[in-house]
């Protein structure tokens, strides 16, 4: 029978416990190739020990799980041969420099001393690390690092990259460069599959998301989808005159709930359901004689659908006793 792969990853009914904790609970999960797929939650929801699932490092306690139509229990060696995994921990040896160590895993990966030099050399250029190629890894920046660990993962070209929180801990200029990273590699063909607990981080990657909570998917789709099925979006206005921001809060405050006052004293904010709606608002406040500078309707964040989804804010406790890391 002819494999259907044209999903990367294809997951249904995973579960895992570690003693008496339940730590992923039914999890399905459908990730389509050249895409990157964003898993989001707290610590603690199951992130990683599902990704640790995929990646054949744990045996699931029930269901199934394809990646690239191979089974990740009864077809681990193949599945094993297309994938790699960067956790959220520097998997590179600090003692070696950053030469040496994708030197070392290209020549553990059947390279030639020649080839594993090129290929080091390349990855060290285009992770902007040439300069510091000689240098021992223990002397690295944080940043550094992480490049070197997702260099070190694409020594040979995976299919599908697992990607275990990869900026935790970096400064913004880091993170930055790692995203670029990311993009890059799902422009060369790349599948990726993103567990992160910062949601701008999966707001500017993600094709589409999971949000993981207790074990269970609890919403998917994509961004947009998500901000547009759990909260409206917010009406910002500016006046022209400040002096006119108490009637025009009186106003707001009858036609939508939850007015906020900007620190600008000329500014005021609400929710506000829709475009349509804003454009009345802003038209009763022109009627009213109170003079508009600029208004804006802004969609809810990921954090904001994170907490409506979920009742809590995205940070947590961490995974449970005995799940490996």
């Known amino acids: 029978m002819q494999r259907d792969t044209s999903l990367a990853i294809e997951a249904s009914g995973l579960r895992k416990s570690f ?5 992923v609970n039914g999890v399905d999960l459908a990730v389509e190739t050249g895409t990157v797929y964003g898993v989001l939650g707290p610590n603690g929801a199951g992130k990683t020990t599902t990704i640790r699932i995929l990646a054949t490092l744990l045996r ?45 895993l290209a020549r553990l990966l059947g390279l030639s001393r020649a080839a594993s030099r090129q290929r080091a050399a390349e990855l060290l250029e285009a992770f902007g690390l ?27 070209t995976p299919r599908l990259m697992f990607l275990d929180e990869p900026t935790t801990g970096l400064d913004p200029r880091s993170r930055n460069q790692v995203w670029d990273i990311i993009r890059a590699l799902v422009a060369g063909g790349a599948t990726i599959l993103l567990c992160t607990q910062y949601l701008d981080e999966a707001d500017r990657l993600a094709d589409r998301i999971a949000v993981i ?14 901000k547009a099925s759990v909260a ?27 007015v906020h006052l900007e620190p600008d004293p000329a500014a005021l904010s609400a ?5 349509g709606r804003a454009a009345q608002v802003v038209t009763r406040l ?10 804006s309707l802004s969609q809810p964040s990921l954090d904001e659908v994170f907490l409506a989804l979920t009742g809590h804010p ?10 490996p890391r």
Do not use: W
Not at 233 to 241: A, K, N, V
């Open 60 to 104: 699931p306690d029930a269901g199934t799980a394809r990646v690239f139509g191979h089974d990740v229990v009864n077809e681990a060696d193949a599945v094993r041969g297309i994938v790699s995994l960067t956790g959220q921990l520097a998997s590179v040896d600090e003692d070696l420099t950053g030469r040496e160590n994708l030197i070392l």
């Open 213 to 226: 909570d207790h074990g269970r998917v609890i919403a998917e789709g994509t961004p947009a989808t998500l």
């Open 130 to 156: 040439a300069d510091s190629a000689g240098k021992l890894v223990k002397k690295y920046s944080g940043g550094m690092r992480r490049r070197l660990d997702i260099a070190a993962s694409i020594v040979v």
């Open 271 to 275: 929710p506000c359901p829709s475009a």
């Open 314 to 323: 995205a940070e947590g406790e961490p995974e449970p006793a005995g799940a």
């Open 232 to 258: 409206s979006g917010s009406l910002h206005l500016r006046l022209l005159d400040p002096l006119q921001r108490p009637q025009a809060e009186q106003l707001l405050a009858a036609e939508l709930e939850g």
């Open 19 to 23: 003693g008496d904790t339940l730590a």
């Open 286 to 295: 022109t009627d009213a004689g109170i003079q508009v500078a600029n208004f």
